[in-house]
């Protein structure tokens, strides 16, 4: 049975920066994984991705600011996001395949 657990959200003021954990038991450490999003009254949306390979992706209004890498040794895919914006505010999931999700982790940037 595949579990993956997030960690890492909380309040953080404009500017500052968080780090998300996706811990994940009963996959192996090199499969896919991506990070989503969801915030008030909006859908879903893909934030990143790293793919089996250690290709990235990442949606246009994070790109250079946020970095999806993996710990193989603990089967973990972090996110760091830095400077936040306002607009980052959301619940993050991680995702593996069309039906592995997290419980997801809130991310609320304010000052």
């Known amino acids: 049975q595949v579990q993956l657990v997030e960690s890492g959200g909380g309040l953080v003021q404009p500017g500052g920066s968080l780090r998300l954990s996706c811990a994940a038991s009963g996959i192996i450490s090199t499969s896919g994984r991506a990070w989503y999003r969801q915030a008030p009254g909006k859908q879903r949306e893909l934030v990143a991705v790293i793919t089996s390979g250690g290709t990235t992706r990442y949606a246009d209004s994070v790109k250079g600011r946020f970095t999806i890498y993996r710990d193989r040794a603990k089967n973990t895919v972090y996110l760091q996001m830095n400077s936040l914006k306002p607009e980052d505010t959301a619940v993050y999931y991680c995702?593996?395949?069309?039906?592995?999700w997290g419980q997801g982790t809130q991310v609320t940037v304010s000052s």
């Open positions: 995702n593996q395949g069309p039906q592995n």
